[in-house]
């Protein structure tokens, strides 16, 4: 047992750490474009981030976290070498946080999943070795897909779709909303077709739900019940509207002008609100389920195929996230709201719509936690897109480029090397590396 206490040690302290750097990109992923926009206060933002991430990271943030996760063929080979496995363990948490420390000391805003999947890749590649890899394999409920293969997709297609989608959601809005005598009606006859939309996608969840194995699972609290009465309800909502156009005027819409702008500024806050929720539910958990199994391994000598966080690592993640919102949330802040794109009002509102939107269609597949920097980032350069390419810094957006794609790759081969240098090192003999 003592030959594993101070690998738990060090993992508790690098998980630590990367909890304060996931809460410091709380205020860049979150509230970055509504403090651009200047909507509220660094303050507010902070009072109001932090608690709703502490909400969501105790209230939603208990994920299992399954060996190696899903990236290993066969986690049972791993059952006769605890002690490796412990110590793999170790630096698949250790490696990335060096990463994520200098990523927030450059202001550059990172995933938290990134550095964990490239730890998790190099540490494979090493023991039980490339051959047992999970590149891709099928399953019957979301994502209906894991592997390596699978998750370097949805980085790839995450900012693709953001630029894209983002970039038309923006023209459409600008165009019917800011250019357009009569904006309200413009809007309400578009009513019908967001209708149809909405109809055709709870129809399809609808059809998943009752194919899944878990039924129609309408009223219960899993994505596809979510999804269904949301869109049900959004269906009937926007018809009755539709219904009511004709009774609307010109001058009705001048005299909620005003009205429609504070509704606006507070919708800003709202939506941020919801996405701190999301970020606090689906980051950070992953390190603290590594260090959750290490202790297993430490009192059973035994690898387990999963192991869950228990309410003391709960709070410390917590707290670590709270820690890193205050004390380096103002470092990364400015970056999607004024450093990569200036926002305003309208683009940010636009921005977050998006960027819910996209990581509730994430969430639903299980894939919001590794998709909100890509989203958010290339939702921002979307806008700044559509009013002219000089409106972008080319040069921060390929920094955080640069950092994302090289930053995995040195990740997965210092975690392979230091893995392999304490599994050959002559003082450690194949006996003693179980």
Known sequence: MDNT????????????????TIGANLMVNCWGTVLGAKVVSHRTALILGVICQSAGALAFGAVKYTVFGDLLQ???????????????????????VVWQVLAVWQAVPVPAYLGTVAGTVGAILVFPGASNMELGKSTPSPPFLTGLGWDLAVWSIAPTFAVCGCALLYLLLRNMVLRNEDPLHTVL?????????????????????????NGTAAFDITPQGAVIIAAAVGSAASIAMCLGVPCLSRRLWHRAAPLVIRMNRLGLVVLAAVLSVAYGANTGQTTMGIVAMMHVITKSQAVPETATPGIVLHAIKTAAMLFGAISWGARLAPVTGVDLVQMSPFRSYVVMVYVTGTIIFFGALHEAQPTFSYVIVGSVVAVGLVEGPLHVNWKLLTKIALWWVAGFVVVMLTTAAVIAQGMYSPSIDSRGAR
């Open 189 to 213: 006859w578009w009513l019908p077709v967001v209708a149809c939309a909405v109809s055709v996608e709870c129809v399809l969840m609808l059809v998943y739900s009752i194919r899944s194995p």
């Open 5 to 20: 206490v101070w690998m738990v040690v060090v993992g508790e302290v690098a998980a630590v750490v990367h909890s304060v």
């Open 74 to 96: 066969q986690w049972t080979k791993l059952e006769s070498y605890p002690r490796l496995t412990a110590y793999s363990l170790m630096w698949i948490v250790a490696v990335p």
